[in-house]
């Protein structure tokens, strides 16, 4: 055994024939991968593998936008691993099945992965590690997408927190998480390699039609464009993130990490380090952007946390009595949401820019999906599905809580009764029109004043403009006021005692 530089202990590698399998799954990373690290400290040799497995996660398998970052990323740790001196190993199929059999096939006693928190997954692991356990080999797991043991995290009393504020001042008090690990610079492969798929031939790239151009132009994946964007974020704009996070015009204002984060090309622990020495750098003088900074991870934290304890949580209302809603079949909305043809720009900004990028800012993902499950009356599993297939970022944890969060369902909600207003949100936080312009050019030479409300401008103005009501851009599918009372009708007659509501939470005042 020899210590590395943060004092991790490896084995010298290639010295004997000890192997070790490394099952890769969300944590598409070298540098601060414990799986990856516990696989060198056991084995000579260490054998990585990614099983593309569609059927165990049934519908919560990856979304046509996380294929693409998938491709991409394993192209990029393919090569990544190449250069340290082992292959990662492609297969497609059961996941169970495939496992079991390479560790037989290459002699490994042991399998090393990443903890997961998707139910579907953990279901895998559990059925894996007592196939394994059959043959006489083992299943070890490790944490590699939170920052703390989220098992430990309890309330004094012991109970489990369904509230973010709490949680969050739970976790600033524990101790700093473990360091992040370097990357290994040197991994011994297997003495013969056993068979892998292409990766081209999983065909996880769009075609007819290849919808993919503006996210190849927005997106590096891989643990090196991740890097990238991490340190461009930390030099450049960490200073102003508490101001400009709410602004989806800022093309500076957040760090675009989460597809990242999501598929573990960079760990939340790296980030939350980094994070740390850049503000140390500012001195402090405006280290407000990094306490924010850190309060989103903190979010992140706690979508795995309600997911961990809530597994039904992508599919069931956190709070039962919301299950009686009486949500609206619409099958002509959806698809006019679906496509940002609502009548209400900041909402069709929003989901055109998600069908573009395969990403949408944090404001307008609240107000597109508050439009969906509040105006529209459309339940939030549907609104939840889109999303996941059309995110690159799509994470079961935080999609489903977040969606759960806006539609009040959640035990960590807005309170039903707050609706926001599309335009009121527009004009408060796209107020100089950048936003909409960019991504509905048809209005763009609306002014400002009537652009959040092209149907109450004079004729005269959208004369001007070149604009015909429902010719270039639609009318509102639903009437602001009367979606908002539908909305309230049937939030208050589901909800009639005062104990059904959710607990308030300031964090969530404060996002407003
Ligand atoms: C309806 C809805 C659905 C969402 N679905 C997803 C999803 O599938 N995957 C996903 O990663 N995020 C989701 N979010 C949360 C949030 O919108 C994104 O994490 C954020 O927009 C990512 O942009 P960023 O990396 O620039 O964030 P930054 O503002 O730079 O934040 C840094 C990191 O903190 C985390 N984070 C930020 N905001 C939140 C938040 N509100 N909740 C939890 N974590 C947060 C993310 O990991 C993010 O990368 C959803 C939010 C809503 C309202």
Avoid at 177 to 190: C, D, F, H, M, T
Avoid at 235 to 256: C, F, H, N, Q, V
Avoid at 263 to 282: C, D, F
Avoid at 301 to 325: Q, T
Wanted: proline letters at 6%; glycine letters at 8%.
């Amino acid at each position: 055994m020899v210590a590395d530089k943060a004092g991790v202990k490896t084995k010298r590698h290639g010295t004997g024939d000890r192997l070790a399998l490394l099952w890769l799954r969300q944590d598409l990373r070298l540098a601060d991968n414990q799986a990856l690290h516990a696989a060198m400290a056991d084995a000579d040799r260490v054998l990585p593998v990614f099983v593309l497995d569609q059927e165990a996660g049934g519908p919560w398998a990856p979304g046509g936008a996380s294929l693409w970052w998938l491709h991409h990323s394993l192209a990029a740790l393919g090569e990544a691993y190449g250069k340290l001196g082992t292959r990662l190993i492609l297969r497609r199929g059961d996941a169970s099945t495939i496992i079991t059999e390479l560790a037989r096939e290459t002699g490994a006693d042991i399998v090393h992965c990443g903890m997961a928190h998707e139910p579907w997954l953990r279901r895998l692991d559990a059925g894996v590690a007592a196939s394994l356990q059959a043959d006489g080999r083992k299943l070890a797991t490790h944490r590699v997408a939170t920052l703390f043991d989220l098992d430990g995290i309890r309330s004094k009393t012991g109970t489990r927190y369904g509230v973010y504020t709490p949680f969050a001042n739970t976790c600033r008090a524990l101790p700093d998480p473990e360091q992040p690990l370097p990357a290994p610079k040197k991994i011994a492969g297997p003495v013969r390699l056993p068979n892998s798929d292409r990766l081209e031939d999983w065909c996880l790239l769009p075609t007819a039609p290849d919808w993919a151009g503006s996210m190849r132009d927005t997106w590096t994946p891989g643990e090196v464009g991740a890097s990238r964007r991490l340190h461009d974020f930390l030099d450049s704009r960490l200073d102003g993130y508490g101001a400009s996070r709410d602004i989806p015009g800022d093309p500076k204002g957040t760090s675009m990490l989460s597809p990242h984060l999501h598929w573990g090309e960079l760990s939340a622990t790296q980030v939350w380090y980094a994070a740390r020495e850049a503000a140390a750098k500012l001195n402090g003088v405006r280290a407000g952007g990094f306490e924010r900074f850190q309060g989103e991870l903190l979010w992140h934290e706690f979508a795995a946390y309600l997911l961990r304890h809530n597994p039904a949580m992508p599919e069931d209302p956190l709070r039962p009595a919301f299950a009686r809603l009486p949500w609206r079949d619409d099958a002509k909305g959806l698809q006019a949401w679906q496509r940002g043809r609502t009548g209400i720009p900041i909402v069709d900004a929003g989901m055109r820019q998600l069908w573009q990028l395969g990403w949408m800012h944090n404001r307008v993902r609240m107000i597109t999906a508050s439009y969906l499950v509040k105006h529209m009356l459309v339940s939030w599993q549907q609104g939840e599905a889109w999303f996941w297939d059309a995110l690159v970022d799509a994470d079961l944890a935080t999609n489903s809580a977040s969606w759960q969060w806006v539609a009040g369902t959640g035990t960590d909600s807005q309170p039903f009764f707050r609706v926001f207003n599309p335009v009121t949100q527009g004009r408060k936080f796209d107020a100089d029109g950048l936003y909409v312009r960019q991504y509905v050019p048809e209005l763009k030479s609306l002014p400002d004043r009537w652009l959040h409300e092209p149907w109450a401008a004079p004729d005269v103005v959208l004369k001007k403009a070149g604009i015909v009501l429902d010719h270039d851009y639609p009318r509102p599918i639903v009437g602001l006021d009367e979606g908002r009372d539908r909305a309230l009708k049937a939030f208050r007659e589901t909800v009639q005692h005062r104990s059904d509501e959710p607990e308030a939470d300031e964090a969530q005042d404060a996002a407003e």
